[in-house]
């Protein structure tokens, strides 16, 4: 005896795994998660800081742009009862685009192009001789399309390769602020 009520769960079955929100063999796999635009907060682990250090003056956050751009810190913030310890900030970044990859009879494929930025850096910020650190903003914007072109693989050098949309995506960054013979950071913003 067959039953006739299992039939509705297996045609829906059936049509989820047929619709169209699947992907191709040629798809791109886009990351679920992205950073967007918005101000990232961070804190600073005096437990990775010389002495008693702590936050005098500032804020610690970084700004993302709508243009994908980062600045870390609208202003300058300042960090007091480090001795004189020397530090460095490093901001490194990672974007992403799906470049469309055509070759002469108009066969398309979709292929992502991720290019990492060039890592941002203070160099040694210099304590002041009250024991202070003063770290200035730094920034970095997002990559060219003739970079985000050249980072991209076609099946072969006859392909013409153009960025679909328009649109690159900011992956991931993460900032650092670490004091000289420390291994871990003082300050440490990520987002991805």
Same mark, same amino acid.
């Given at each position: 005896?067959?039953?006739?009520?299992?039939? @509705?769960?297996?045609?829906?079955?059936?049509?989820?795994?047929?619709?169209?929100?699947?992907?191709?063999?040629?798809?791109?796999?886009?990351?679920?998660?992205?950073?967007?635009?918005?101000?990232?907060?961070?804190?600073?682990?005096?437990?990775?800081?010389?002495?008693?250090?702590?936050?005098?003056?500032?804020?610690?956050?970084?700004?993302?742009?709508?243009?994908?751009?980062?600045?870390?810190?609208?202003?300058?913030? !300042?960090?007091?009862?480090?001795?004189?310890?020397?530090?460095?900030?490093?901001?490194?970044?990672?974007?992403?685009?799906?470049?469309?990859?055509?070759?002469?009879?108009?066969?398309?494929?979709?292929?992502?192009?991720?290019?990492?930025?060039?890592?941002?850096?203070?160099?040694?910020?210099?304590?002041?001789?009250?024991?202070?650190?003063?770290? !200035?903003?730094?920034?970095?914007?997002? @990559?060219?399309?003739?970079?985000?072109?050249?980072?991209?693989?076609?099946?072969?050098?006859?392909?013409?390769?153009?960025?679909?949309?328009?649109?690159?995506?900011?992956?991931?960054?993460?900032?650092?602020?670490?004091?000289?013979?420390?291994?871990? @950071?003082?300050?440490?913003?990520?987002?991805?």
């Amino acid at each position: 005896m067959r039953s006739t009520h299992l039939m @509705p769960i297996a045609m829906l079955a059936f049509a989820a795994a047929c619709s169209d929100t699947t992907t191709s063999p040629t798809s791109v796999d886009r990351p679920t998660f992205l950073v967007t635009a918005g101000n990232y907060a961070g804190t600073l682990n005096t437990s990775n800081t010389p002495g008693g250090g702590h936050l005098q003056s500032g804020s610690i956050n970084c700004v993302v742009g709508s243009d994908l751009s980062i600045t870390f810190s609208s202003g300058a913030y !300042q960090i007091n009862g480090i001795g004189h310890t020397n530090a460095t900030a490093t901001l490194v970044s990672s974007y992403s685009a799906t470049v469309d990859c055509t070759n002469k009879g108009g066969n398309l494929v979709e292929v992502k192009s991720t290019a990492q930025s060039a890592p941002v850096s203070s160099g040694p910020i210099p304590s002041s001789k009250n024991g202070s650190l003063v770290v !200035q903003p730094i920034s970095t914007s997002g @990559p060219s399309t003739a970079t985000l072109l050249a980072a991209a693989t076609c099946p072969n050098g006859n392909w013409t390769k153009t960025l679909a949309g328009g649109t690159v995506t900011l992956e991931s960054f993460t900032y650092t602020l670490t004091f000289a013979g420390f291994s871990f @950071p003082a300050v440490s913003i990520s987002a991805s």
